[in-house]
T-cell receptor, first 110, second 113 residues
Framework: QKEVEQNSGPLSVPEGAIASLNCTYS??????FFWYRQYSGKSPELIMS????GDKEDGRFTAQLNKASQYVSLLIRDSQPSDSATYLC??????????FGKGTTLSVSS | GAGVSQSPSNKVTEKGKDVELRCDPI?????LYWYRQSLGQGLEFLIY????????KSGLPSDRFSAERTGGSVSTLTIQRTQQEDSAVYLC???????????FGDGTRLSIL
């Protein structure tokens, strides 16, 4: 069974701090990874994609991939209360199906 | 349209009835996907379309579930003889091709009484 594991949280950080979200995946064959943000009652919104080892930065977000350790992370700098949501890590399986973790709930307090 | 459009947004039906859920992908996106999200189960893959064909149906939970796509655009997910465990949010996503990022619609919240 191919799996993506995330700590469910909640992860609580003060406004302006760095939030660090992590996930691990079981299938060494996975090549593409995605982070989605999901607000309560809403659908997932794509925020980052990463395909190769190392860091990828987009604004306040940095995704990190380490294929040897089968580990993906998302850093959110200068966290804002509007970042409070559930963050879903997903691995692309055979180029088609996204395998999702259960999500980490982030709470940013002002 | 600008994004993935799904209808209806909410559907309440009685156990044993058939339901049809519709998805209109982002214009120009050739790949279309159905997922469902239920409490405690997370997001699970159901089926993938490339054009009008479905090379990956591995996630359909039973033969009561079927889907089709016509004209390389709109897709319909049909659930026959609905059961209470079918209650979930059904999400459609599309992408510009194989392996590309998937963008989700707002979903259809299905409740089986």
């Amino acid at each position: 069974q191919k799996e993506v594991e995330q700590n469910s949280g909640p992860l609580s950080v003060p406004e302006g701090a760095i939030a660090s979200l992590n996930c691990t995946y079981s299938d060494r064959g996975s090549q593409s990874f995605f982070w989605y943000r999901q607000y309560s009652g809403k659908s997932p919104e794509l925020i980052m994609s990463i395909y190769s080892n190392g860091d990828k930065e987009d604004g306040r977000f940095t995704a990190q991939l380490n294929k040897a350790s089968q580990y993906v992370s998302l850093l959110i700098r200068d966290s804002q209360p509007s970042d409070s949501a559930t963050y879903l890590c997903a691995a692309l399986e055979a180029g088609t199906a996204l395998i999702f973790g259960k999500g980490t709930t982030l709470s940013v307090s002002s | 349209g600008a994004g993935v459009s799904q209808s209806p947004s909410n559907k309440v039906t009685e156990k044993g009835k058939d339901v049809e859920l519709r998805c209109d992908p982002i214009s120009g996106h050739t790949a279309l996907y159905w997922y469902r999200q239920s409490l405690g189960q997370g997001l699970e893959f159901l089926i993938y379309f490339q054009g009008n064909s479905a090379p990956d149906k591995s996630g359909l939970p039973s033969d009561r579930f079927s889907a089709e796509r016509t004209g390389g655009s709109v897709s319909t997910l049909t659930i026959q003889r609905t059961q209470q465990e079918d209650s979930a949010v059904y999400l459609c996503a599309s992408s510009s091709g194989y392996g590309q990022p998937q963008h989700f619609g707002d979903g259809t919240r299905l409740s089986i009484l």
